[in-house]
């Protein structure tokens, strides 16, 4: 129901533009978050927007690098990545937001996509 694509090889300090498609949900009802994995480590927040498009909230660890947009008219998302770092690499994933409110927490997202690969070089 979600499908992330756009991920790829880009060197430091590079950008990407990350896009989840939505099929078959209400997406303008959901808040949307990004999430990523790299391995060994667990799956890791990245950012949330809110319904409309009004609100994001970030990590960290990307604030000021990464933006999320979202057109409820296309049920699309994306997620902009911007000065990229080695340590961005990871698989990155959409999932719908089962709460109102803004939440790292991964338990509180649903309908997740199948992950986009992003792997930035040194």
């Known amino acids: 129901q979600l499908v992330e694509s756009g991920g790829g090889l880009v060197q430091a300090g590079g950008s990407l533009r990350l896009s989840c498609a939505s099929s078959g949900l209400r997406f303008n009802a959901y808040g949307v978050g990004w999430f990523r994995q790299a391995p060994g480590k667990e799956r890791e927040f990245v950012g949330t927007i809110n319904r409309s498009g009004s609100a994001t909230s970030y990590a960290d660890s990307v604030k000021d690098r990464f933006t999320i947009s979202r057109d409820n008219a296309q049920n699309m998302a994306w997620l902009q990545m911007d000065h990229l770092k080695p340590e961005d690499t990871a698989v990155y994933y959409c999932?719908?937001?089962?709460?109102?409110?803004?939440?790292?927490?991964?338990?509180?997202?649903?309908?997740w996509g199948q992950g986009t690969q992003v792997t930035v070089a040194s």
């Open positions: 999932a719908t937001r089962t709460v109102p409110v803004p939440t790292t927490a991964p338990e509180r997202y649903s309908n």
